[in-house]
């Protein structure tokens, strides 16, 4: 069984289209969040959300938003795609935020990864 | 501001030769570090994490790292790597009060058969 799932994997567009990325995982955690790794494999984080409730919007552009119906979904919608959007998008989730010295553990467990290619 | 380096972009080795990746943590407190692999392609899967007790930390596929308050430092080793780990190397702390992870750039290690 996937623990966490996206979709699609591989993602191809024009400039100026929108899209959206689904994260599904089934591992019944309370976390989930999105990172971005760019062409030289860097990866950042984008958005966490606990409990469907947003923890985390870095300086991520608005035309990115983060829709989480309910705790094992957690979806991610770009308006307006620009050619510098191109990456690979990775989903997680962990079992609670996991703040650092926390009784928590933070694994977090990634998805396969959606290649988004804007032309 | 939080950050974990890694120092080394892109390491070549020989089979059996040993690895050592180097990771550096630069905030100060409680530290949960952990070591993430990326096989070409595919996702990043977790090889071992820190949070507390033994400084030596044993993970899959015969990996270990050790964390050195001192130092600030969480390097990765292996002593004889093969050609199936050629891979994206990942060391992560967690970062602050949010819980998210915070990456260094990865160091590519290439194993020539």
């Known amino acids: 069984d996937t623990a966490v799932s996206q979709t699609p994997k591989y993602l191809v567009t024009q400039m100026g289209n929108d899209k959206s990325i689904k994260c599904e995982q089934n591992?019944?955690?309370?976390?989930m969040y999105w990172y971005k790794q760019d062409s030289k494999k860097f990866l950042k984080i984008m958005f966490s959300y606990n409990n469907k409730e947003l923890i985390i919007n870095e300086t991520v552009p608005n035309r990115f938003s983060p829709k989480s119906p309910d705790k094992a979904h957690l979806n991610l919608h770009i308006n307006s795609l620009e050619l510098g959007d191109s990456a690979v998008y990775f989903c997680?989730?962990?079992?609670?935020?996991?703040?650092?010295?926390?009784?928590?553990?933070?694994?977090?467990?990634f998805g396969p990864g959606t290649r988004l290619t804007v032309l | 501001a939080q950050s974990v380096s890694q120092h080394n972009h892109h390491v070549i080795l020989s089979e059996a030769a040993s690895l050592e990746l180097g990771c550096n943590y630069s905030?100060?407190?409680?530290?949960?570090l952990f070591w993430y692999v990326q096989y070409p392609g595919q996702h990043l899967q977790l090889l071992l994490k820190?949070?507390?007790?033994?400084?030596l930390v044993k993970g899959i596929k015969g990996f270990e790292a050790e964390f050195i308050k001192s130092k600030f430092s969480f390097n990765l080793r292996k002593p004889s790597v093969q050609w199936s780990d050629t891979a994206e190397y990942f060391c992560?702390?967690?970062?602050?009060?949010?819980?998210?992870?915070?990456f260094g750039k990865g160091t590519k290690l290439s194993v020539k058969p």
């Open positions: 997680a989730s962990s079992q609670d935020l996991g703040l650092a010295g926390g009784p928590f553990s933070n694994e977090q467990f």
């Open positions: 820190y949070f507390s007790g033994d400084p």
């Open positions: 591992l019944g955690h309370d976390t």
């Open positions: 905030y100060g407190g409680t530290v949960n």
């Open positions: 992560a702390g967690i970062g602050g009060s949010q819980g998210n992870l915070i």
